[in-house]
Structure formats: structure tokens, C-alpha cells
């Protein structure tokens, strides 16, 4: 190990340009510590985003060496194999300024996917008893830790290419939606994420898969939510004009 | 999105034809490497079609899938790599179905009646 490491870093917003630092060495160092490093001790204009530290906020994902990950749980020796590492902003979103990404665009695709609950009952009414080892149940379990981070979103080719795309964590956030039997908003929700924007763009590349940091493959739920819409388009639903 | 429902019958069909496709190709592969075995000839080519009605229908499946799968998937491309808006990429997507029939149908139907009468 070195006694320093050669970073550069995104600086400026959509224009910009990388800035090149050399940061101390520390053991077990992760690429937030690097980060933070520079902006407490080299520049403190420098702007990135994060919060828990320890993987739990998914505030803290930025493209390390060319793949999105989480810098809180990213090890330099783990990525900085030739000692050098590159950090910049996120993929696919707009930049704020330097390592800051506006999310906007991203949460705004997990409304329109209808990735919100629709009761169906009231306070008045008995608990839906939902077993662990029910299908549905299983179904929605695979998906349900998603944290928002944009990993998957910025891993997505798809999302480069349309920009309506509503992308890995909007569709896996339906899916687990739609396999909530408490849930009744399923014929808005299919209707929503049906069509060239939704996920029937899907490629199934499993970019998402390759870097979602909670090992979920929204590829799965995709495929899920690619079946349901076909049932429901064969039975007239979906509200489509055609 | 009110094309929720058109554009997932149009992914559906794509799907479907895929899986005719899987079965024609592999039944078109095996029989070109059959038919190889002895050199590849037009004659030879026009005695198995000509008049043979099961041939005729099988390549007319095959073309009608064809006609159905390529064409949307070009229109996917179309729509993620260049600006032509939605009308225009499936304008093409309806001329590019319409020529691969044409084409399809010319050629199975010369096939099938080439020879006839000789």
C-alpha cells in the first residue's frame, strides 16, 4: 500500500471537468472517507452527498472507476487496484454540482409507476393474515428492500437511451406493490408501467442486477410485471385507447 | 399512458412470434444442413418446394412471423437510437412488414409453383 492514492473528481455540473487530488492513505479507507477527505482538508467547496455512512440511506452513490456504487461500502483497495481512483456523479440524473445528483426525475418515476400503497380497507376492518411462504409473499420480499439509492437507474442503458424510461427501481418498487394482496391499486399500477416507457423496454441487460448494492434483481420483477400486463391487456384492461 | 394496452399487445405479439420463430429457424437450419449434404442446387431446391403444399404453409408461417417480429423490434431500435417520433417509427414498422410479406410471399409462391407444368 502507498502512502497516498491519486484521485480525480468530478468538478462543475453537467460541464465540468476532473479535478485531480492525492489523498492519504488509511486502512480499511472507503471511497467516502476519500471524499470526505478532500472536501475537510483540500477543498472545501467541493459538494457530494451522503448521510448514515454505513449503507443503510443509499445517500452516498456516486460512479466509482465507471460503475455506480455505493462510497460509503466501497473499499479503496477494493477499486483503486493501479492506486488511482476516478469519482464522479451519478449517471443518468442531473448534476446539482460536482458529486450531487437532483434525484428529482428518479422519486417523480416512482409516482408516476403508481409505487404507492392503495388501501382497501379501513381501521374498521380484520388484518389480511399474509404468510411468509405464500407466493405472492415471497414475490414482493425479493424486491421489498430497495432504498431509493439510483444505483440501478444509473447502471441502466435503457434510461440513457429513453429518457421516459421509468427505470429498474420504479418497476421493481410496482412489482412489489402488486403483489400486495392488501393493496388495491393493481389496474392504475399495470396501466402505468405498461408500454415503450415502462417495462416493456426493458432489455433484461441486468445492468440493475449487476449493481444494485442489495443484491435485488429488478430485471425479475420486470419480467413479472411484463407477464401481468399481458394478462391484463388480454382481458381489456389497461385503459388503453387503440 | 394511453398506449398502455396497444404497446403491450405489440410486445406480446413480438414474444409470441419469437417463439414460432424458435421452432421455424430450427426446422429452416435443419433442413439446409440436410439438404447440403449433396451440394446445393436450384433444381434441388425447386424439386422439395414445388407443389408441396406442407412446405408452403410452413414458410408461410414462417414469413407471416417474420413479417410480425423484425419489424417491431426495429422500431424498439428506431425509437431508443434516433429522434423519429413515435409516428414515424411505426410507420415504418407497418412498410417494413408490408415488404418482408411481399417479399416472403413472392419468393414461397415462386417456389411452390416454379416447375409446374415442366
Known amino acids: ?242 | 399512458m394511453s398506449n398502455a394496452r396497444l404497446e403491450t399487445r405489440i410486445w406480446a405479439l413480438q414474444r409470441a412470434t419469437a417463439a414460432v420463430l424458435a421452432f421455424c429457424v430450427f426446422v429452416h437450419l435443419g433442413m439446409i444442413i440436410y439438404a447440403v449434404q449433396d451440394g446445393l442446387s436450384a433444381a434441388e431446391i425447386i424439386s422439395r418446394i414445388s407443389g408441396n403444399l406442407a412446405w408452403l404453409a410452413f414458410y408461410a408461417v414462417f414469413i407471416v412471423a417474420v413479417a410480425l417480429h423484425a419489424p417491431i423490434g426495429i422500431r424498439v431500435i428506431l425509437n431508443e437510437m434516433t429522434n423519429l417520433s413515435r409516428k414515424q417509427t411505426h410507420l415504418i414498422m407497418a412498410a417494413l412488414c408490408l415488404i418482408i410479406l411481399v417479399m416472403g410471399f413472392r419468393a414461397i409462391i415462386g417456389l411452390y409453383t416454379a416447375g409446374a407444368g415442366a
Not at chain 1, 421516459?164 to 410496482?174: E, K, Q, W
Request: with cysteine.
Open chain 1, 1 to 242: 500500500m502507498t502512502n497516498t492514492i491519486k484521485v480525480s473528481v468530478w468538478r462543475g455540473a453537467e460541464e465540468g471537468e476532473f479535478a485531480q487530488y492525492e489523498v492519504p492513505r488509511q486502512p480499511s479507507q472507503t471511497v467516502l472517507d476519500v471524499i470526505t477527505y478532500i472536501q475537510r482538508h483540500i477543498d472545501p467547496t467541493l459538494s457530494y452527498r451522503f448521510a448514515c455512512r454505513v449503507g443503510v440511506c443509499g445517500s452516498c452513490a456516486m460512479t466509482v472507476n465507471g460503475k455506480p456504487r455505493w462510497t460509503c461500502r466501497t473499499h479503496v483497495d477494493k477499486v483503486a487496484l493501479d492506486g488511482t481512483l476516478q469519482v464522479a456523479p451519478l449517471r443518468n440524473l442531473e448534476v446539482v454540482k460536482d458529486l450531487a445528483c437532483d434525484m428529482t426525475t428518479f422519486f417523480d418515476k416512482m409516482n408516476r409507476a403508481e409505487g404507492k400503497f392503495h388501501p382497501t380497507k379501513s381501521r374498521d376492518d380484520d388484518f389480511d393474515f399474509v404468510l411468509p411462504d405464500d407466493a405472492k409473499r415471497k414475490q414482493a420480499s425479493a424486491g421489498i428492500e430497495c432504498i431509493g439509492c439510483g444505483v440501478c437507474y444509473a447502471a441502466c442503458d435503457i434510461v440513457e437511451w429513453n429518457k421516459d424510461y421509468l427505470g429498474p427501481a420504479a418497476l421493481n418498487r410496482a412489482w412489489t406493490l402488486v403483489n400486495d394482496v392488501r393493496d388495491g391499486g393493481n389496474d392504475e399500477r399495470l396501466a402505468a408501467v405498461s408500454g415503450d416507457a415502462g417495462c416493456h423496454a426493458c432489455h433484461s441487460q441486468q445492468g440493475c442486477v449487476e449493481h444494485c448494492p442489495k443484491h435485488i434483481s429488478p430485471t425479475r420483477a420486470i419480467a413479472g410485471l411484463k407477464r401481468a400486463t399481458v394478462k391484463a391487456a388480454i382481458k381489456g384492461m389497461l385503459g388503453g385507447d387503440d
